[in-house]
């Protein structure tokens, strides 16, 4: 047997390891950035994100309708007879108007800090929420957690 025939069989064995490695470093690396929320926590989110998102459209784009928050009203009603006002009452405060007046003071802060409305569109915060938006909303759909009221 030669010895550089050896070597040859070993390249691609190492290259796949290399490869193997590398692929659960990336999957590993990406599941930290984006968790995985279940059950409360990703309806949480995902209403904070419609209203973010709403709050977005309404200072950048002049849209006054709430739609995304609309669209997770109606995803709540159907599923859990339950409305977002009173699922922001059960699950994150008292009075939803002090929520939503906190949300949009801090998103306005942070659309402030990117320089306004060109800028932070120009900078992905608009497509951003629309991405997290449409993500969390299709995990609500196939979620099968229930609030317990």
């Known amino acids: 047997m030669k010895k550089g025939s050896k070597n040859v069989t070993f390249i691609p064995v190492w290259a796949l390891m290399l490869w193997v490695l590398s692929a659960f470093a990336l999957s590993t690396a990406s599941a930290e950035t984006e968790p995985e929320l279940k059950g409360e926590a990703l309806h949480i989110a995902l209403v904070e994100t ?7 459209n309404q200072r950048c784009r002049g849209v006054s309708a709430s739609q995304n928050e609309a669209k997770v009203n109606r995803l709540f009603i159907e599923k859990y007879n339950l409305t977002v006002n009173n699922f922001i009452k059960r699950f994150l405060t008292d009075d939803p108007r002090d929520t ?5 003071k801090s998103l ?13 569109r120009r900078k992905g915060l608009e497509s951003e929420l629309k991405k997290d938006f449409r993500r969390l909303y299709e995990q609500v759909e196939s979620s099968p957690w229930f609030p317990i009221l």
């Open 50 to 56: 419609a209203l973010k998102y709403d709050f977005f």
């Open 100 to 104: 939503e007046s906190a949300m949009k």
């Open 108 to 120: 306005y802060a942070e659309i402030y800090k990117l320089g306004g409305c060109q800028e932070a």
